[in-house]
C-alpha cells in the first residue's frame, strides 16, 4: 500500500461498514498514523485517540457537536469522552471489525483538519 497522506485522507470517504474489511495490522495503522500524528494507536492496536483541550465547557461541546456532524457526513462514528469541562478525547475503532479500519484514519484526518480550521 502506498504511504497515505492526510490530504489523501481528507479526499476519501468512508466506506459503510458492517463487518467484513480485514482488521488492519499494527504496522499498517502506524503508516497510516503517519499521516495523522495528533492520534496515538492503544496497546492492542485496535484503537487510535487524540485529546483536545478548548478554552472553556461551552466551546468543549460545540467541538463535539460539530465531530458529531462530521461523523454523520461519514456514516463512521467516533466514541466521543468530555474527560473535563474543557476536555475531549476522541476514540477511534470500527466496532463492526473490533479493530482498525482505513476509516478511522479518513475520519480522524477530517477530524484533525476541522481542528486546524478552528485554530
Ligand atoms: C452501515 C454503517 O456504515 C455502519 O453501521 C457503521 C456506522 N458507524 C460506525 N462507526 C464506527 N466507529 N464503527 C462501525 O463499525 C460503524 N458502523
Redesign the pocket.
Known amino acids: 500500500m502506498n504511504q497515505p497522506s492526510a490530504e489523501s485522507l481528507c479526499q476519501s470517504k468512508?466506506?459503510?461498514?458492517?463487518?467484513g474489511v480485514p482488521v488492519l495490522s499494527r504496522v499498517e495503522s502506524e503508516g497510516f498514523l503517519t499521516a495523522a500524528p495528533h492520534w496515538s494507536l492503544n496497546g492492542d492496536a485496535n484503537m487510535i485517540h487524540r485529546n483536545v483541550a478548548r478554552t472553556n465547557f461551552v466551546e468543549a461541546m460545540e467541538l463535539l457537536n460539530e465531530i458529531a456532524q462530521l461523523?454523520e457526513t461519514e456514516?463512521?462514528?467516533?466514541?466521543l469522552h468530555l474527560t473535563g469541562y474543557c476536555k475531549v478525547r476522541i476514540d477511534?475503532?470500527?466496532?463492526?471489525?473490533g479493530g482498525l479500519?482505513e476509516?478511522?484514519f479518513i475520519?480522524a484526518a477530517k477530524i484533525d483538519q476541522l481542528l486546524s480550521a478552528d485554530e
Open positions: 468512508c466506506v459503510p461498514c458492517e463487518g461523523a456514516g463512521h462514528h467516533p466514541d477511534l475503532t470500527t466496532h463492526a471489525i479500519s476509516n478511522d475520519v
